[in-house]
T-cell receptor, first 115, second 111 residues
């Protein structure tokens, strides 16, 4: 069965500092991996996704994530935090090749940015 | 217009009442999902549908039912609402492998 673990329910960084949000997954088959962002009072938006090919994936707003199969990880990074990055971030996994697959979400990490 | 529209945006209802949350989409996707979001728990899957004739229970379907009226419409019902069903509810659609498109959510409060 698939599962996703996000390490740290709340991360706080200073404006301009590196953002690192951690995600580990469990899947019995090669996964598709996603990061979603949720701004206050809004739905979730797709930030980036890994399906196949290049393991370093670039998304919107300067975020990127690297798929590391050996570590079963898909951590999200941004070199320099901006106040507008304050939001909740969800890592998610779906199984490749399964026509009946669903996306399983992690419990989320709230990112706060200090001025 | 939004690709995925949920109505109502906010609703307060009394314990024991029946309530329906509606979702419609203009994406043309076959797959539709209902999730609930609670603080610290992420999103939990309630029901999902891969086409009009296919309805499946998710992780937490007890106390809920759904209806897929058409490809574009997927409604969630609480037959007899209880306070622990107070949550943020999201509808989503997808084409299978490309990530979901979410609605803006319905904030439901059961008093």
């Amino acid at each position: 069965a698939q599962s996703v673990t996000q390490l740290g329910s709340h991360v706080s960084v200073s404006e301009g500092a590196l953002v690192l949000l951690r995600c580990n997954y469990s899947s019995s088959v090669p996964p598709y991996l996603f990061w979603y962002v949720q701004y206050p009072n809004q739905g979730l938006q797709l930030l980036l996704k890994y399906t196949t090919g290049a393991t370093l994936v670039k998304g919107i707003n300067g975020f990127e994530a690297e798929f590391k199969k050996s570590e079963t990880s898909f951590h999200l990074t941004k070199p320099s935090a901006h106040m507008s990055d304050a939001a909740e971030y969800f890592c998610a996994v779906s199984e490749i090749g399964s026509s009946a697959s669903k996306i399983i979400f992690g419990s989320g990490t709230r990112l706060s940015i200090r001025p | 217009d939004a690709d995925v529209t949920q109505t109502p945006r906010n609703r307060i209802t009394k314990t024991g009442k029946r309530i329906m949350l509606e979702c419609s989409q203009t994406k043309g996707h076959d797959r539709m999902y209902w999730y609930r979001q609670d603080p610290g728990l992420g999103l939990q899957l309630i029901y999902y549908s891969f086409d009009v004739k296919d309805i499946n229970k998710g992780e937490i379907s007890d106390g809920y039912s759904v209806s897929r009226q058409a490809q574009a419409k997927f409604s969630l019902s609480l037959e007899s609402a209880i306070p622990n069903q107070t949550a943020l509810y999201f509808c989503a659609t997808d084409r299978g492998k490309h990530g979901y498109t979410f609605g803006s959510g319905t904030r439901l409060t059961v008093v």
